[in-house]
């Protein structure tokens, strides 16, 4: 865990304890059963690894899943990411929700001044400290990126690259 105490972000220890716990118990972390479609991406300054694969019916996110590796701050924000994301309406909630939600996410992730009472980001706010420590921002950021990519394709467009986290559009088979 030398990356962690290399890097030690100091949390809250409601924060703490919460991205923890997404780290040690994550939330719909596999593979799912038919994907509509998978893209993967990392974080080469930490070495974190994450893939997410979603599943598209009606223009709503009736499933998501994410696997991977790395420091607690990526697992758990990809964790959260996927409680979040299926947090709520039967049938899934819109793309177009999900995409508002990934804006609002990385809005907080990247701006210390970011409004939290604004918006409704769920156990994600545990992440809003991560802003301070801009060397484990991407940590945090890199399930977005993948998801963003993912909802691109979906739509049929290029997500905008970011050549610090490369992503990529991934096979579904598993
Ligand atoms: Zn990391």
Redesign the pocket.
Known sequence: MS?ESQHAVQFDDLYRDLILDHYRRPRHKGALQDATIAAEGM?PS???EIRVEIQVQDGRLADIAFSGM??S??QASASMMTDEALNGEPGGKPLSTIDELSGHVQEMLTHEDFDIDAVDVGDLEALSGVAKFPV?I??ALLAWKVLDMALAEVRGEKADADSDIPIRIASTEN
Request: glycine letters at 16%; charged letters at 25%.
């Open positions: 990356q974080n930490c070495g974190d790395g420091c701050i990526s484990r991407k940590c």
